[in-house]
């Protein structure tokens, strides 16, 4: 996997979606299979468009159930880390439960603004259909 984070629909019914949230930084990793309410990924968009807009912007976003709850779920944190203006993303990503157990990866990498600009734009396109994906591609 290219370093990212890299969103994708894989299972809808009439009351749910279910995303599979995949993250490599070349060092660490982590993959959660994450049920969703409908229009939950646009909303995502929408809490990340136009970021940064002001030297200390943090945006957070959580996807799924945190708590550890058998469901899976994510934080996604964009921030900035210096004042230069150089940007990262945080990310937590927890699976569901597993032979009883939950397993948890928190990494950190580097972003630009153009990396964060294409992956609103991929998740605006996703529309709660099984298939297409976002990536938010990291610095190498």
């Given at each position: 996997?290219?370093?990212?984070?890299?969103?994708?629909l894989?299972?809808k019914?009439?009351?749910?979606?279910?995303?599979?949230?995949?993250?490599?930084?070349?060092?660490?990793?982590?993959?959660?299979?994450?049920?969703?309410?409908?229009?939950?990924?646009?909303?995502?968009?929408?809490?990340?468009?136009?970021?940064?807009?002001?030297?200390?912007?943090?945006?957070?976003?959580?996807?799924?159930?945190?708590?550890?709850?058998?469901?899976g779920?994510?934080?996604?944190?964009l921030?900035?880390?210096?004042?230069?203006?150089?940007?990262?993303?945080?990310?937590?990503?927890?699976?569901?439960?597993?032979?009883g157990?939950?397993?948890?990866?928190?990494?950190?990498?580097?972003?630009?603004?153009?990396?964060?600009?294409?992956?609103?734009?991929?998740?605006?396109?996703?529309?709660?259909?099984?298939?297409?994906?976002?990536?938010l591609?990291?610095?190498?």
């Amino acid at each position: 996997m290219d370093r990212g984070l890299l969103l994708k629909l894989i299972w809808k019914d009439n009351d749910m979606v279910e995303a599979r949230l995949s993250s490599w930084n070349g060092e660490f990793g982590g993959t959660a299979d994450i049920y969703l309410s409908y229009g939950v990924l646009p909303e995502m968009a929408h809490v990340f468009d136009g970021f940064p807009q002001r030297p200390s912007d943090v945006r957070e976003f959580i996807l799924g159930d945190l708590d550890g709850a058998g469901c899976g779920g994510a934080s996604v944190r964009l921030h900035k880390i210096d004042l230069a203006g150089h940007m990262a993303v945080t990310l937590t990503v927890l699976t569901g439960t597993r032979n009883g157990a939950n397993q948890t990866v928190t990494l950190h990498a580097p972003i630009e603004a153009a990396a964060v600009d294409n992956f609103v734009a991929e998740l605006k396109k996703i529309d709660d259909e099984v298939g297409p994906t976002a990536f938010l591609r990291f610095n190498t």
